[in-house]
């Protein structure tokens, strides 16, 4: 028996970094799992490895800084699977520039990524998660909510917010629909090789300073969303929870 059985799971930013590594699991668990993401032949490659697994996917092409997307991911996976269990908000970009170098166009792309989508897809799934009595919604935070990374103003704000967003949801939602958030310490992802040498430097410093002495994998995440996610997690509720190998103590 999976611990997601019967569940319909809508993950975005799912065709790389953790949200693959969560689409996986979730559907190894049972879900059915709706990929989303902006790369058509990167979705169709992590549905099919899903499928290869046994499992059960679908994907939807949508741009996160894009609102109109929004409501044919929400249409997509009632139209297949009939209905939304988990929302797991996880697409997000990251922006190294410091206030004085950052753009008004690069500041409302980041929070319209990392911060408007969640809130659209939230408001679109509130219908369906009432109308079953159940829901869990996960939003993907990061340690930059709680100590802001130098030079990265947009980011830091975004996942701030994320924090604001996660709590006032759980607020207002319960006790049909829960919501958390999980803030990641350094992840290897593509996310983390592409914020360049110099972040890289930074990023290595920071690990060699946590206890458990390396950065996570997309699995160490995939496995705190499955708990949140899961029913195992019913009392759980507007809380950020840190997987960062002990960074944040
Ligand atoms: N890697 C880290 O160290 C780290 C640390 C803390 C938080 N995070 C957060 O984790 C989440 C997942 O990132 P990741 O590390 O797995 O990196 P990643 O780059 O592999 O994943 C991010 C995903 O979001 C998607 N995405 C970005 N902009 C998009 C857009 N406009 N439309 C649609 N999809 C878009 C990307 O295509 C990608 O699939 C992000 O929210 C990120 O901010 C990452």
């Known amino acids: 028996m999976g611990r997601l059985d019967g569940k319909v799971a809508v993950i975005t930013g799912s065709t ?33 490895a899903i499928k290869a697994e046994g499992g059960e996917a679908i994907y939807v092409i949508a741009d996160m800084s894009n609102p ?16 939304i269990d988990v929302l797991f908000n996880n697409a997000g970009m990251f922006s190294l520039s410091p ?7 690069e500041w409302n792309n980041i929070l319209a990524v990392n911060l ?23 939003n993907t935070s990061s340690s930059a909510a709680f100590s802001p990374k ?17 709590k006032s949801i759980a607020m207002e939602l319960g006790p049909d ?4 958030s999980i803030a990641p310490g350094l992840i290897d992802t593509p996310m983390a090789a592409a914020a360049g040498p110099e972040a890289e430097a930074a990023g290595q410093a920071m690990v060699d300073a946590t206890p458990m002495k390396r950065k996570g994998l997309g699995e160490d995440i995939a496995y705190a969303a499955l708990y949140l996610a899961s029913d195992e997690s019913t009392f759980v509720d507007g809380q950020i929870i840190r997987v960062d190998g002990g960074e944040g103590i």
């Open 16 to 48: 790389s970094g953790m949200g693959r590594a969560s689409a996986e699991l979730f559907a190894k668990e049972g879900a059915k799992v709706v990929v989303v993401g902006r790369n058509e032949g990167r979705a169709n490659e992590v549905v099919e």
């Open 68 to 83: 109109d997307d929004m409501q044919n991911i929400v249409d997509t996976a009632v139209n297949e699977y009939g209905t």
């Open 99 to 105: 206030i004085t170098d950052l753009s008004l166009e």
């Open 116 to 138: 408007t989508a969640a809130f659209l897809l939230t408001k679109l799934a509130i219908p369906i998660m009432k109308e079953n009595g159940k829901g869990s919604i996960i």
């Open 150 to 166: 130098y030079g990265a103003v947009g980011y830091v704000t975004s996942k701030h917010a994320i924090a604001g967003l996660t």
């Open 177 to 180: 629909i829960r919501c958390n």
